[in-house]
């Protein structure tokens, strides 16, 4: 069973940028699909963006458009999620995940990270 396990998240001022990772246990990394995910208190997971295996093709929920990017590094069996311009409205847990499918659907994901908090003030 591969493990997955975030880092980086904080307490940040609006506006400033973070950088979460992402690693992997296992030697299939490169096989997988990659996705970050976050839930906020009292609300449901909603997904966040997605990498294809090989970093050449990525999508991102609209309100982080433009603020975040997905990247990957195979040898190193880590995804990250570089984010800029926090607002206070990316307070969450945020999750990493793995999966077969270029997908923004949490069920298409069959391993999950443990979670890292972020946490945006104002």
């Known amino acids: 069973q591969v493990q997955l396990v975030e880092s980086g998240g904080g307490l940040v001022q609006a506006g400033a940028s973070l950088r979460l990772s992402c690693t992997a246990s296992?030697?299939?990394?490169?096989?997988?699909?990659m996705g970050w995910f976050r839930q906020a208190p009292g609300k449901e997971r909603e997904f966040v963006a997605v990498?294809?295996?090989?970093?050449?093709?990525?999508n991102y929920a609209d309100p982080v458009k433009g603020r975040f990017t997905v990247s990957r590094d195979n040898a190193k069996n880590t995804v990250y999620l570089q984010m800029n311009s926090l607002k206070a409205e990316d307070t969450a847990v945020y999750y990493c995940?793995?999966?077969?499918?270029?997908?923004?659907?949490?069920?298409?994901?069959?391993?999950w990270g443990q979670g890292t908090q972020v946490i945006v003030s104002t």
């Open positions: 296992g030697r299939t990394f490169s096989t997988y699909v």
């Open positions: 995940a793995q999966g077969r499918y270029f997908s923004t659907e949490e069920n298409r994901y069959g391993s």
């Open positions: 990498i294809n295996v090989s970093g050449s093709s990525t």
